[in-house]
């Protein structure tokens, strides 16, 4: 092995266990949120914060980052955002009252947003030609495997320590990881020179984008998943005229030699934006599969938290094995592995709605495991070839913020995508006659999982919009 190439192994591996530990605490701490709510005596409001903080933080800061990134360079935003990342993980895991828990993962959200787009943008950097779809395949597997044992690894963690302190160490988790991914950062990760252009800050921008983003997301985080009020839905619809004026700022800004926030130039790139609406789509009914069925299998079959994790860990095996060997698929049948990918999703979900309706009751998840590995198979190697897609026509001074929006339509579609599932879930959950708790759940998450099969046939529609080949 030359130097170079085990140099490229130890920086991949860095920056994969940044994308691991920012996607795990979406949904690492959901399983602990009855004993936080115990040991801080923390209203419902608040706990809901401690989720949906972090979540909103996150996606509001990703465009925004990605243009640092271009400016100050990746690998500077990428180790201050994980030192942030690794401070308030330790300040959430020693939090005495609920308001020092909920500052501690709003500020952790913003320090993931800060370090994740530099992920994607630096795999762009650093691999070429097969190396590159390699890189994103393996990334598509953390994606899917960081996001599936999230309520697994705090179920386990809680049983380990106990329920009392059990929770903290959700966060406490975090520290080995990130600890690790610095000391590899600072080694491994190259340096890249600083753009030639003046740095200057486009308030504005930021301002429209942020004001934007926040009108869109908050209610969506906050009340979708319940079903959205008159409030929620004015408050969405003011997002639309200031994103509007902010694309022809930016048209504005750019005409006049300027380097606006959002390049005008991306949104004008139709397979970076078609490839954007798809993941889009994608994450909303990917990420909405993990919500409904770890309340599914706790809530409504009374099982513990690791048993949920694990009733849904066929998913991310499939998903790691198939994203590991996406990238020789992907040579040889293009956009055709991403209808694959999608058909045998909706296959596996299918599967699994019909073995509820079958039993109807609570059973066990060995039934299960078939048909959500076959879609985890699905979801292996739709991820990484859809990155490779989407990224590739990118220009270098334009890929952290071409990673920066394509990451925030991915927190978008995942928002959304658990505000409309979840919605139809507690909906049904609320409206059904059957009086049996576990067959009352099992309805629910198979009119869920119809939602899903409904968002995941708009994926297929949609992947015809993309070029037949990888432009790498």
Known sequence: MTNNHRTEKLALVSIMLGAFISLLDTTVVNVALP????????????????????????????????????????????????????????????????????????????????????????????????????????????????????????????????????????????????????????????????????????????LLLTAGLLFLLYPVISNGSQGFKWQDILFMLISLPILISLYLYSVHAAKQGKQPLISPTLLKNKAFVSGMILSLVYFAAFTSIFFVFSLTWQSGF???????????????????????????????????????????????????????????GAFSPWLTVFPLFLAGLGSGVIISPLNSFTLATVSGNDRGGASGIFNTAQRVGSSFGIAIVGSIYFRTLSGTSLSNIAEKYSFSLQMSIYVNLLLLFVCLLLVFRLPKQNAS
Not at 314 to 329: D, E, I, K, T, V
Request: hydrophobic letters at 55%; aromatic letters at 10%.
């Open 35 to 206: 004993d936080i709510t115990k040991a801080l005596n923390a209203s419902s409001a608040s706990i809901e914060w401690v989720v949906s903080g972090y979540a909103l933080a996150f996606g509001l800061i990703l465009i925004l980052a990605g243009r640092l990134g271009d400016k100050f360079g990746r690998k500077n935003l990428y180790m201050i955002g994980i030192s942030l990342f690794l401070l308030m993980s330790i300040t959430a895991g020693f939090a005495q009252t609920e308001t020092s828990l909920i500052v501690s993962r709003i500020i952790q959200g913003l320090s993931a947003g800060l370090f994740f787009p530099q992920i994607n943008a630096m795999i762009m950097d650093i691999f070429k030609g097969n190396k590159l779809g390699q890189a994103f395949g393996i990334l598509g597997s953390v994606i899917g495997v960081a996001t599936a044992i999230g309520p697994f690894t705090g179920g386990l963690l809680i049983q380990l320590f106990g329920s009392e302190n059990g929770w903290r160490f959700v966060f406490f988790i975090n520290v080995p990881f990130v600890l690790a991914t610095l000391i590899l950062a600072a080694l491994f990760l190259p340096k890249r020179d600083q753009t030639s252009k003046k740095v200057s800050f486009d308030f504005l921008s930021v």
């Open 302 to 360: 009374g099982r513990s938290a690791i048993v949920s994790g694990l009733a849904v860990s066929p998913f991310a095996l499939g998903s790691m094995l198939a994203a590991a060997n996406s990238n020789r698929f992907m040579q040889k049948l293009g956009r055709k592995l991403l209808m694959i990918g999608f058909i045998l999703v909706m296959v596996g979900l299918a599967a699994t709605s019909l073995i509820f309706h079958l039993k109807s």
